[in-house]
């Protein structure tokens, strides 16, 4: 008999620990000899980097509700307090895991191959006079040592900035302590290339530069010992934007103030001594567990340097070729082609190019009379921005540029800045929720008296540096119901003019939430009848407890549902009489996965919908998102056998969710019969592959459950 109650704690995962478990699987990829070595490399440094972001974000959240007396536990039933105290064993368990890999496999394994990080005690010869020069010429002039002392405070240290300690004692007063104090300049390589010696590559690393080149800045002093260390601050932004003049303007003061947020956690050398670690928790107030001592460099997504200054390419993926998108013999334009069909693209499998082509095309032709776009994130040299910037010459261009898309609001700031200097018309979107829908709406004189619509909407931000290595889908439609749907989504981002009716559009905040229960509770509906019932959901992540618990409802009456989650999510899957029937899956894989894909089986009238939304409160009730629906049967059955199947065969690179939290890799006689999605799609892109070759969905799951095929 079904519970009557599913507000079990026992029933949900920590969105903290799951995170912590997706940034494991990453981890995993880095010990993983089957990737090659300098892709490794990589995803160690990726580790690092999203752990920055857990702090400055997750874990400042946690103490500021600490701080607060914030008392009520989450959904998986821990209070802030218990949550903190788990995350700090767990974050220090992972940290040690993160300096293993690169001691003991990946730092030995770059030296067989002729890479090597040495110490500038282990520099000779031309090496050590090029270290020294290189000190003396463009390293010293951006130093500014400093010396702590009654009348020289401890200097404000910026977040993440790499620094080095150094314990100094007066020569000429042997009995006088003071602390020196070196902020790494952010401007340089973190590792300085030496010169090539046997085709090697060889490096050191800049806080060791420092250290050697602070005897020449303390003349005077004894240096007692040295230790890099490094800040990471609190960087949650805390906007009162209802009582700001201009929201630019409150944007770029919280920004400073980030930098100089609580500090959450202290980065330092193993090899400190105890004096340097005790100031320094003094200085900036912090505890035992929020002191990481890390055996090897400090910061390692400083090794991304490594990776992408090294050229070895048979150390690294192989590159590949992506589709391009090509024009029918009777398509004069891109235009002609949309008008005449539906056109998905899947990235980075179809090229990027296709999309940049569209607002290129756009921005030059002169039937097109306007162009409104979203801005959520994009890349510095941006052939999108430039292509807008042009087209406001002659042409109508309205841009909602995000300003507070989180790590990037400097960036979009000085993208707003530009575009309204060029005449575009720029908007910030809506007071209190981020716009995070991906949509373009062109509109092109056609005949003297046909004006037609055409639109973009996607699952990635327009930004063609990430779309090399993400996977999303961007659909290309002249579909009339939906060009009404984006246009009056712009309406609301512009003007906050809401519609009574989006269809077929899904917008949040308005009603995504609501029609997404409904669709789910329509499967749980039809299982009850007898009818053909299934839910498979692609998303980065799974937290919004109100979807969790109709899932739950919809697996205890029948309802077979596949999730495919990248990253943190709190349902709990396998547990009898509550999840049994649904199964949980993660691909970490040379790709990020951020495409979002739903898919209701609804009786055999099958409805599939893409979008920039995962299901997590923060997408469902404080963004404005755009999910929308596949109509096309031929783009339906691509979507269904020639991704999600995949996917859900995959053995290479899934991980599949416990019933405990944890995971595991599916079972396989022998590894080299596994199965990877992205290299099948890959190989699909190319030429060398077709869905024939993607396996039967078989194999038992760690959790004793057997996916059913869907071909």
């Known amino acids: 008999m079904a519970p009557t109650s599913l507000d079990n704690p026992n029933y949900y995962i920590s969105r903290e620990q799951s995170w912590l478990k997706f940034n494991t699987r990453v981890l995993e990829e880095a010990f993983d000899d089957s990737n090659p070595l300098l892709e490794r490399v990589k995803f160690l440094a990726i580790t690092a980097s999203n752990l920055d972001e857990f702090f400055e974000v997750r874990m400042a959240s946690l103490l500021q509700r600490m701080e607060d007396g914030d008392r009520v536990p989450d959904p998986h039933g821990l209070s802030p307090a218990e949550e903190y105290k788990a995350l700090a064993d767990e974050t220090h368990k992972f940290v040690r895991s993160q300096y293993r890999c690169w001691n003991e496999r990946l730092r030995p394994a770059l030296a067989e191959h002729g890479i090597r990080v040495l110490q500038f005690s282990e520099l000779h010869g031309e090496a050590r006079q090029f270290a020294e020069e290189y000190c003396d010429r463009e390293l010293d002039p951006l130093l500014t040592p400093v010396t702590v002392d009654p009348a020289h405070p401890f200097p404000r240290v910026m977040n993440k900035a790499l620094c080095q300690a150094l314990p100094l004692r007066r020569r000429r007063r042997s009995s006088s302590a003071y602390m020196g104090v070196v902020t790494i300049p952010k401007t340089l390589p973190r590792y300085l290339k030496l010169p090539q010696v046997n085709d090697g590559d060889d490096y050191v690393g800049l806080s060791d530069l420092v250290a050697f080149h602070s005897a020449k800045m303390y003349r005077g002093y004894e240096i007692i010992s040295e230790g890099a260390f490094r800040i990471t601050r609190n960087s949650n932004l805390y906007l009162q934007e209802e009582e700001s003049r201009s929201l630019l303007e409150s944007i770029r003061a919280e920004l400073h103030n980030r930098r100089k947020g609580d500090a959450v ?92 082509n569209l607002i290129e095309t756009a921005a030059e032709d002169p039937a097109v009379l306007s162009i409104k776009q979203t801005l959520y994130r994009t890349n510095e040299d941006s052939p999108i921005v ?105 309406n609301f981002l512009t003007a906050f003019a809401e519609h009574p009716d989006y269809s077929p559009l899904l917008v949040a905040p308005l009603d995504l939430a609501d029609h997404t229960l409904e669709l789910i509770a329509r499967e749980a509906e039809n299982a009850r009848a007898g009818r053909p019932a299934r839910i498979i959901a692609k998303m980065n992540s799974l937290l919004d407890t109100n979807i969790i618990r109709e899932l739950y409802r919809a697996s205890q009456v029948g309802v077979q549902i596949d999730l495919i989650v990248r990253g943190a999510c709190a349902l709990r899957p396998g547990i009898r009489g509550v999840s049994n029937r649904i199964r949980v899956r993660s691909i970490v894989g040379r790709f990020l996965e951020h495409s979002r894909i739903l898919y209701f089986e609804n009786a055999g009238e099958e409805e599939i919908y893409l979008g920039s939304a995962d299901w997590m409160p923060r997408n469902l009730y404080e963004r404005v998102e755009v999910v929308f629906p596949i109509r096309d049967s031929a783009l339906k059955t691509r979507i269904k056998t020639e991704i999600l199947q995949p996917y859900l065969a995959d053995t290479a690179k899934a991980r599949i969710l416990q019933r405990d939290g944890s995971y595991a890799r599916p079972t396989l006689k022998s590894r080299r019969t596994a199965f990877s999605a992205q290299q099948f799609l890959i190989d699909l892109a190319e030429g060398h592959a077709s869905i024939t070759d993607i396996p039967e969905i078989k194999q038992r799951e760690p959790q004793k459950l057997s996916l059913s095929a869907t071909r």
């Open 386 to 490: 430039e292509a807008l910037v042009e087209a406001a010459a002659q042409k109508e261009v309205a841009v909602v540029v995000e300003v507070k898309a989180r790590f990037d609001e400097a960036s979009n700031i000085r993208w707003a800045r530009q575009l309204e200097d060029a005449g575009v018309q720029v908007f910030h979107g809506l007071v209190g929720l981020k716009t995070h829908c991906k949509l373009t709406l062109i509109a092109r004189k056609e005949s003297d008296t046909e004006i037609r619509q055409y639109a973009h909407l996607g699952t990635g931000n327009y930004n063609p540096a990430t779309a090399a290595f993400y996977t999303d889908l961007s659909l290309l439609t002249a579909d009339e119901e939906m060009i009404i749907a984006v246009h009056n989504v712009f």
């Open 265 to 356: 956690r202290l980065e330092i050398e193993s090899e400190a001594n105890t004096e340097i670690i005790s100031q320094l928790q003094l200085v900036f107030d912090l505890q035992d567990w929020q002191v990481y001592k890390t055996d090897g460099p400090v910061n390692l997504s400083r090794l991304m340097h490594l990776y992408s200054e090294t050229n070895r390419p048979e150390l690294k993926f192989k590159p590949f070729t992506p589709r391009h998108l090509r024009l029918a013999r009777t398509s004069a334009n891109i235009f002609d082609e949309i008008r005449a069909r539906d056109i998905l693209l899947h990235h980075p499998f179809d090229s990027y190019k296709s999309v940049v």
